[in-house]
């Protein structure tokens, strides 16, 4: 069974950086596109960034490009979202997600996409992240 684990949020001051962690069990990424998730109070649940477990391709919402980097880890099993220069407006509850590549999509643009967000089978259950000083 499909599992994925988050880790790393926390309160940070404005300006600040956090790094997300996402460990996955019951699957090898490499056959998987990974994407980060997140959702505000009262918000819809919105993409930020996807990466390909194959070929490492990645995409990430024009709100955080230039701030935000996806990576896999050196186990296979793991990926991480580097937050810097963190914003009010980046506060929320931070989801990773993923499914086969290319079964259930075909690339990181396609799982990366609003109207993906409640189709990707496999998500984990959140790490908050609160910026504020």
């Known amino acids: 069974q499909v599992q994925l684990v988050e880790s790393g949020g926390g309160l940070v001051q404005p300006g600040g950086s956090l790094r997300l962690s996402c460990v996955g069990s019951?699957?090898?990424?490499?056959?998987?596109?990974i994407g980060w998730f997140r959702q505000a109070p009262g918000r819809e649940r919105e993409w930020v960034s996807c990466i390909s477990g194959s070929d490492g391709s990645a995409v990430y919402t024009d709100a955080v490009k230039g701030r935000f980097t996806i990576s896999r880890g050196g186990a296979w099993n793991t990926v991480y979202l580097q937050l810097n220069s963190l914003k009010p407006e980046d506060t929320a509850t931070y989801y990773c997600a993923t499914d086969r590549l290319p079964e259930r999509f075909a690339s990181v643009q396609a799982m990366c996409a609003d109207s993906a967000v409640y189709n990707i089978n496999y998500w984990g259950k959140g790490t908050l992240v609160t910026v504020s000083s």
């Open positions: 019951g699957l090898n990424l490499k056959y998987y596109i």
